[in-house]
């Protein structure tokens, strides 16, 4: 019975949830996952057996997903809504550009992208919502998002 299961999952050492993940997966537990995440984890897969897995639509988007952040190409689209203003001082300027429906506004001019302003305050390629604040190159090795 799944209960049974969960409850006898609940109720392993650490070090017994890792010897119960490697049975299951013939791998060992990612190094990121405590116990207790271990623990939910397993109980998933407990749930899977029981009940079946994700659809194949659903799947297949994860590792679509997956496979973006694995080649480094860009994270899913934060948004950022009409009206919102951002403000970034380069070499003790202040500059601000407001978000309109089809791009930013920046000093009365439209630009398609924030890259598009960075590279025209800046004179180089930079990553528009990097310059801007929206991302955080700290967080992205950690593999946190900020998108909202």
Known sequence: MLADR??????????????????????????????????????????????????????????????EGSVGTSSPKRSVRPGTWLSRTWHGEVHQVIVVDDGVEYRGKRYASLSAVARKITGARWSGPRF?????????????????
């Open 6 to 67: 969960i409850a006898t999952i609940e109720a392993m050492s650490a070090r017994e949830r890792k010897v119960e993940w490697r049975r299951l997966t013939k791998s060992p537990p990612p190094p990121a996952f405590g116990s207790g995440l271990l623990a939910r984890a397993l109980a998933y897969r407990e749930q899977e057996k029981a009940f079946g897995g994700l659809a194949n639509a659903n799947v297949k988007r994860i590792r679509m997903i997956a496979m």
């Open 132 to 148: 801007f604040g929206l991302t955080s190159p700290r967080l992205e090795t950690l593999g946190v998002t900020t998108d909202g």
